[in-house]
């Protein structure tokens, strides 16, 4: 990690009124993890809040807005050219309509129960299931 | 949450050659958690790289030069007039000399299996002894 510069990434677990959170599964228009599901979100732009970077994301591949209602957890992972610092933050939506952008083709509600039969994405899969584990037994 | 607004902390887990971790002891200037032992890091100011932050955190508070070598996970908490995001990072010493402010008056390098019997700081005690945990069992 020390020799590539450090860029900070936020994602946004959003959960409805039943429990569910909003998975979407990324289009061959993206370079890798092509068909895998992600939580929506994004790199932050230099100088940007977290938080700005957050809703700014979720708006853009979800048309959805959100509120930050809590914190998921952080994680580490490498890119070819910048070591990425992942910020998961959980959120609830307060408007917007859901649509998706060219660099996701679907969509779905997934209770946490559901997420070790879904194709996660191979760089924070051990994440998403170790958390949808934890929140599943919370109830 | 959602009423207050969100700030950006940063924290490091500062790691020496032999697993032992730094921990500073607050001191009497604080309104807080005296006489209680944390990792060292603070706010970020606005429009500040959560790593750029973090080193100067911790030059602050513990005269360390350090750079960053991994993730240990984020958390939030509530104080008065804000909603925390706390991230947590793993680092190493590469320069400078240990000294504490006066926010600090002790320091210790604590090996992991050690952190249940310190005096952790109240607000992300349970975070703390969860990490040095996982971690002092990794060898």
């Given at each position: 990690m020390p020799q590539k510069p450090l860029g900070l990434a936020v994602k946004a677990v959003i959960v409805d009124d039943a429990g569910r959170s909003l998975l979407i599964r990324r289009s061959?228009?993206?370079?890798?993890?092509?068909?895998q599901w992600e939580w929506p979100g994004g790199k932050s732009d230099p100088g940007e809040a977290f938080d700005v970077a957050l809703k700014r994301e979720v708006l853009e591949e979800s048309g959805l807005q959100v509120e930050i209602t809590g914190v998921a957890g952080a994680l580490g992972y490498e890119m070819p050219a910048v070591h990425v610092v992942l910020l998961c933050l959980e959120a609830r939506v307060f408007g917007g309509n859901l649509r998706l952008s060219e660099e996701h083709d679907e969509f779905a509600w997934v209770p946490f129960g559901e997420y070790p039969r879904m194709a996660l994405v191979d760089n924070i899969r051990a994440f998403m299931l170790e958390y949808a584990a934890r929140e599943g037994t919370k109830k």
């Open positions: 061959r228009a993206n370079r890798n993890f092509v068909g």
